[in-house]
């Protein structure tokens, strides 16, 4: 009975600032592996920032400076603080989870997923 639910998406201007959460429940939070992807129209589903059990981060290339991953164990959030956001930035995203993860941004990777929250980057 895993349950991620995302929030905290909306639509900002570019160079603006969103924070999304993934509120997670049913697993042994602090041990699972967390991730963040999104996609836009027309695209493949991205990996963008993922977080392991030990707090080791990874971030795509085109997000790295910019946006933030962070889990708050104790309250079982997955955070992700997106700044100066751009419009291709615009997408779904989605808060994925698993145990075990060899390639952390690779969507297969992750068995348990949220519904998305959509993120609108204007110019």
């Known amino acids: 009975q895993v349950q991620l639910v995302e929030s905290g998406g909306g639509s900002v201007q570019a160079g603006g600032s969103l924070r999304l959460s993934c509120a997670a429940s049913g697993y042994t939070f602090s041990s699972y592996c967390m991730g963040w992807f999104r996609q836009a129209p027309g695209k493949e589903r991205e990996g963008v920032a993922a977080?392991?059990?030990?707090?080791?981060?990874s971030y795509a290339d085109s997000v790295k400076g910019r946006f933030t991953i962070s889990r708050d164990n104790a309250k079982n959030i997955l955070y992700l603080q997106m700044n100066s956001l751009k419009p291709e930035d615009t997408a779904m995203y989605y808060c994925a989870a698993d145990r075990w993860v060899g390639l952390f941004l690779a969507g297969y990777e992750y068995n348990y997923w949220g519904q998305g929250t959509q993120v609108t980057v204007s110019s």
């Open positions: 977080i392991d059990s030990d707090g080791v981060t």
